[in-house]
């Protein structure tokens, strides 16, 4: 191994040491005043010099590290749980929207290529299959007004524009 080879791998064992060892070791903080006069906080007071130990707050345990059976870990996996189930409903609120949403494009496009139809047969006669009599029928004008009047009301429903 070569020497830079050793520089480099030194701040990974030191960090790989630190990260083994400081959350075992029981965490003090002091609080003295410097020689420049500066108040000076640290883990080890120097020797010599007035220092205060300051209390640490009590943490609470984290998910990971709370006991199965303690309240602690009930209410995280409770927690977690209606956030998955709130996260789901979410989901599901957002499929019905967008597929309510692709649903309303698909009616306005059919009521737009009918009233764009309606509008190209205004004042002309127009023919069209009826299959019950096998046979081809004008279309009456009440027939077109009919029709009008339900494109134009399904369009007024459906807030297309």
Known sequence: MTLARRVRLSPVLILLFAAVVLPTADAQVYKWRGSDG?????????????????????????????????PDAASWQDQERMFQQRRLYREKEEAKEARAEADKKKLCASLQREQRYLDAI????????????????????????????????????????
């Open 38 to 70: 500066r108040i000076v906080y640290g883990d080890v007071p120097p020797e010599g010099a007035s220092a205060e130990k300051l209390p640490l707050p009590e943490l609470p345990p984290s998910p990971r590290e709370a006991p199965a059976g303690s």
């Open 122 to 161: 205004r004042g002309r006669r127009v023919v069209r299959w009826n299959s019950e009599k096998n046979d081809y029928e004008y279309l009456s004008d009440e027939d077109r007004s009919a029709m009008e009047n339900r494109v134009r009301e399904a369009s007024d429903q459906s807030a297309c524009n």
